[in-house]
């Protein structure tokens, strides 16, 4: 039976088998789905504090311990971070404290960038910057020492354009001079961990 490609992109007459082994592929097919080349994972329960009276004070970056590296088998790779952190945020005498997380990218050990900034609180006016507000605690009440224990979280699709090893870290801040905030405060045995996932993306 004659094989025939008819107008509406079926064809007919094609035993199967009938076609040579590998003459079908991605790339005869001009076809290059993204598919996940490799996966890498972080975990951390060692706790980080932030503000407070301890070095640093507030509203300096600071690591959170939580990294992971990935070296992509290609340029046009994409990677996905994932991250989760568990965190306990106390307002210590205030009615309210807030803080962010960074995530911050090395090529190759060199210098860091930002890959994804903190949500910042600033005055409406745009006269100043109070600090990070992804997390926070508030009562306008007047309710004092507030603390909050949780976990935070995001992913996010980063285009280093590198074949080079890039370092993927999570950093920490706090708003107010008198608040706290601890990444992995561990109070009790059995402390969950915070994650930090990458995976490469062909593109």
Same mark, same amino acid.
């Given at each position: 039976?004659?094989?025939?490609?008819?107008?509406?992109?079926?064809?007919?007459?094609?035993?199967?088998?009938?076609?040579?082994?590998?003459?079908?592929?991605?790339?005869?097919?001009? =076809?290059?789905?993204?598919?996940?080349?490799?996966?890498?994972?972080?975990?951390?329960?060692?706790?980080?504090?932030?503000?407070?009276?301890?070095?640093?004070?507030?509203?300096?970056?600071?690591?959170?311990?939580?990294?992971?590296?990935?070296?992509?088998?290609?340029?046009?790779?994409?990677?996905?971070?994932?991250?989760?952190?568990?965190?306990?945020?106390?307002?210590?005498?205030?009615?309210?404290?807030?803080?962010? =997380?960074?995530?911050?990218? $090395?090529?190759?050990?060199?210098?860091?960038?930002?890959?994804?900034?903190?949500?910042?609180?600033?005055?409406?006016?745009?006269?100043?910057?109070?600090?990070?507000?992804?997390?926070?605690?508030?009562?306008?009440?007047?309710?004092?020492?507030?603390?909050?224990?949780?976990? =935070?979280?995001?992913?996010?699709?980063?285009?280093?354009?590198?074949?080079?090893?890039?370092?993927?870290?999570?950093?920490?801040?706090?708003?107010?001079?008198?608040?706290?905030?601890?990444?992995? =405060?561990?109070?009790?045995?059995?402390?969950?961990?915070?994650?930090?996932?990458?995976?490469?993306?062909? $593109?």
């Amino acid at each position: 039976m004659p094989m025939t490609i008819n107008g509406s992109g079926t064809i007919t007459g094609l035993s199967a088998g009938g076609l040579p082994a590998n003459s079908v592929t991605a790339a005869t097919c001009n =076809f290059s789905p993204g598919k996940i080349l490799q996966v890498v994972q972080g975990t951390t329960t060692t706790t980080s504090t932030h503000g407070a009276g301890d070095s640093p004070v507030d509203k300096v970056w600071t690591t959170t311990n939580l990294t992971a590296a990935i070296t992509p088998s290609a340029a046009s790779s994409k990677i996905i971070a994932t991250i989760s952190v568990v965190y306990y945020i106390h307002a210590n005498g205030n009615d309210e404290t807030g803080g962010g =997380f960074q995530l911050q990218r $090395a090529i190759a050990g060199g210098a860091t960038s930002v890959v994804v900034n903190s949500m910042s609180h600033g005055a409406e006016d745009g006269s100043d910057n109070y600090g990070s507000r992804d997390v926070q605690v508030c009562a306008k009440n007047g309710a004092a020492n507030l603390q909050y224990w949780g976990r =935070f979280g995001y992913q996010y699709l980063d285009s280093p354009s590198t074949t080079s090893a890039c370092t993927y870290t999570v950093n920490a801040r706090i708003m107010g001079t008198a608040s706290t905030m601890k990444v992995n =405060f561990n109070d009790s045995t059995g402390n969950a961990p915070s994650i930090i996932t990458l995976m490469e993306i062909a $593109a």
